[in-house]
């Protein structure tokens, strides 16, 4: 019986990139079940622009509630065994859905799976998946089921506690899998990770598969500053604290969630250093909770400093840093 994959798209004024998206999912490989799209308090054309798709799509209307709210709105009204999510600014490569079908095909136990995925950057695609930034070892032990896919046949939710491949375009999973976990995190804290805790709760129930070849694109309009890498460190370590405090059954995960928590935190300070925004690094510094590391001790002094002295000794600690890591790097060269 042919898998039925019902489309799940949350739209907020996207009238200008909501088409390239659609046309994406219209033309799969393996035609969806059904394509649903939920209008989330859009103020543009958004809704006029979506006319021209009568008949091929459903549209619901919710009031301007989140991605979240949105994407659960959309997973009510489906219909299909398995439902996939695409963000209205995201692509599909036209093998993604039949990529999902065969998983299911090969695991029909399957709860969830994950497509890899490439950023797309002024309609350049990267060089580099999102896999392939993976640390080592992040994939050890998915079973290999050929044709490019693989299974992790073990809740996979640790391996997320180090590094997160996972993004809602590239997810697709069974309905009833996604109503008994309850569905997209609509209590985790606001921000740019909020998609991270749905990802979690995916990953400790499910047995997660995966579609080695990126037939995703998500869109990433520049490179990130350093000022949104401090921001999405410090959003990420709000998720753990969340899930931590909301699901009593990660307690078994207590200690490796709080040191995962602990390292974002660690890198968003580094990052506010380097920034010299020495307000931020004294507000991480107070989220650290045990003794930090003796390198960013001494930056946490520094930023206690009276502003002018602050500034030289910043400056100086950070020349120094960079003179031992090119002293560092000329050992490891054999120089």
């Given amino acids: 019986m042919t898998l039925r994959i019902s489309v799940v798209i949350p739209a907020h004024n996207r009238v200008h990139l ?4 659609l046309d994406s999912v219209l033309a799969q490989d393996h035609a969806p079940h059904e394509v649903i799209v939920v209008d989330d308090g859009s103020t543009d054309a958004t809704l006029s622009m979506l006319e021209a798709y009568a008949g091929r799509i459903t ?14 709105a959309g997973l009510r009204l489906a219909s299909g065994d398995v439902v996939a999510f695409c963000d209205s600014d995201d692509v599909w490569l036209p093998g993604h859905l039949q990529s999902m079908a065969r ?24 060089e580099r998946d999102k896999f392939s930034d993976a640390p080592p070892g992040f994939f050890a032990g998915a079973r290999l089921l050929g044709g490019g896919l693989a299974l992790f046949d073990e809740p996979p939710f640790p ?19 996604l109503l008994r976990t ?18 979690l709760r995916v990953a400790e129930h499910g047995r997660i598969g995966l579609v080695l070849s990126a037939t995703v694109s998500i869109r990433q309009p520049a490179r ?47 990052t506010a250093f380097v920034r010299q925004d020495f307000a ?3 507000a991480i510094a107070a989220r650290l909770g045990a003794t930090p590391p003796l390198r960013v001790h001494a930056k946490i002094g520094v930023a206690a400093l009276p502003p002018g002295l602050r500034t030289v000794a910043a400056r100086t600690l950070l020349s120094l840093g960079t003179l031992r890591s090119q002293t560092l790097r000329r050992v490891a060269q054999g120089a």
Avoid: K
């Fill in 18 to 21: 909501l088409a390239e998206t």
């Fill in 59 to 72: 549209v619901g209307c919710i009031p301007h509630s989140g991605a979240m709210v949105a994407r659960n």
């Fill in 103 to 126: 998983l299911w095909e090969a695991a029909p136990g399957l709860d969830a799976a994950y497509a890899n995925f490439r950023l797309v950057r002024d309609g350049v695609w990267a």
């Fill in 159 to 177: 391996r997320l506690l180090r590094f997160t491949p996972f993004f809602p375009s590239a997810l697709a999973a069974r309905r009833d899998f």
């Fill in 182 to 199: 309850g569905g997209w995190d609509e209590a985790a804290p606001p921000g740019a990770s909020r998609d991270f805790a749905t990802a």
């Fill in 224 to 270: 990130l500053s350093p000022a949104q890498v401090q921001r999405m460190n410090l959003d990420d370590a709000a998720i753990l604290d969340h899930v931590l405090a909301t699901r009593p059954s990660l307690l078994p995960h207590a200690a490796a969630i709080r040191a995962s928590a602990r390292r974002r935190r660690l890198q968003a300070l580094e």
């Fill in 280 to 282: 931020a690094v004294r």
